[in-house]
């Protein structure tokens, strides 16, 4: 035993030494798996940065109404009725009270376009119109300079991303949406959730000046402590016509980060593997290459009593040693490059701006997979070697 791990120590030293014969196409092997690694952590960290600013915009003490059958406020429309039955609402419900009246925010989001920081493109953010208790129903919300816009004022309140990537949103500065001009009265942050992706404005002075008068397309309403909006949906089931569905808005986020994520790991994935099925035939000729380069070498090894074991295992170890190489490039770079790096997708009328979150897992499902394209890559190439006539080495000496 001990005498087959020394033959296939010297094989594989023997192989590791003659990569600098091969230094352009192992280079190139190196590379595509970096390539590999690079994209699969990319829509990874993509999903799992979307999914943190969802996650740290919900709370489990908050309720959100939507109309029956709607998955997200825009395809909501929730009748006025909904609003006045909350009023009167009655206390073992389970909703949190001020004053002995429930805290409730009609909410409505409007798609208005942004012009980029230093740059002439425009994108649609939302503009979110929302009642005085508004704010007061996003704990996580602080108000970092000026104030909330006051009712019936053509005022807004921006989030710090809409501050930082759209031109025209400092504390004082005026922006048109549509006819009307309006005011930047305050700013805020979020910590890094999606509300920093918003602008806000008074409810109804968003629907008024884009005609949406009544227009309702969510609700949220303060819990008690310990609920979770059950009782609330059981309540409005027995007194509406109009069917709604209630939830928490931490599960509301959860549902709406979990569809985007789904979709973005969905193209993620089957791009990464049509990838690695390149990388993995450049590995294998990479490692035929190899194989060849050595005939003679391998052949004479042999010839002297080496075992086939060993030419196998020292071939695949060199692949699995590019791989690994390959591999550890394209973490680096991922780490360097991704890692914090915004982007932004749609939703809630929209762009929901995020960082890409490269994790320790992520990282570890796209080693695995560059792994995989060395195994799969050296197989073929290590039997091969094992299988090498010895017949070249006697033509090799004579």
Known sequence: MATKFKQIAVVTMANIRSLGRR????????????????????????????????AAAGSDRVAVVLAGGARDEKGSSIPVAVLHQIAAVPPEIGLA???????????????????????????????????????????NVKLTAGRFAQPGAAEIVVG???????????????????????????????????????????????QALFKREGEIQSLRVALAEGKDGSE?????????????????????????????????????????????IGAAAGALNTMLSSVSDRSVEIATLRAIGFSGLAAFVGTWIEALLLSAIGAAVGAAISLVLLNGWQASTLGGGGQIAFDLQVS????????????????????????KAARMPLIKAMRAMS
Do not use: C, H, N
């Open 97 to 139: 009270l001020t004053e002995g009246e429930p805290v409730v925010s009609a909410e409505l989001v409007v798609p208005v376009d942004a012009r980029l920081a230093g740059s002439t493109e425009s994108q649609t953010v939302g503009l979110r119109g929302l009642g005085s208790d508004g704010p007061g129903l996003r704990p």
């Open 23 to 54: 230094s352009w196409i192992s280079a190139s092997m190196i590379l595509s798996i970096a390539l590999v690694v690079v994209v699969l952590v990319g829509f990874l960290a993509m999903a799992r940065g979307f999914e943190t600013a969802l």
């Open 160 to 206: 710090a991303d809409i501050q930082r990537r759209y031109d025209g949103f400092g504390l004082g500065q005026t922006v048109t949406f549509g006819a009307t001009r309006w005011t930047v009265v305050g700013t805020f942050e979020a910590g890094g959730a999606a509300f920093e992706s918003e602008i806000w404005a008074d409810l109804g002075v968003v």
């Open 232 to 276: 609330l949906a059981r309540y409005l089931e027995q007194t509406l016509s109009a069917p709604v569905t209630v939830m928490t808005e931490k599960a509301y986020f959860s549902d709406q980060s979990r569809r985007v994520s789904q979709m973005i790991r969905m193209f993620g994935w089957p791009i990464a593997l049509v990838m690695a």
């Open 360 to 383: 320790a897992d992520i990282l570890g499902q796209a080693i695995l997979l560059a792994l995989v394209i060395g195994i799969i890559g050296g197989a073929l190439p290590a039997i």
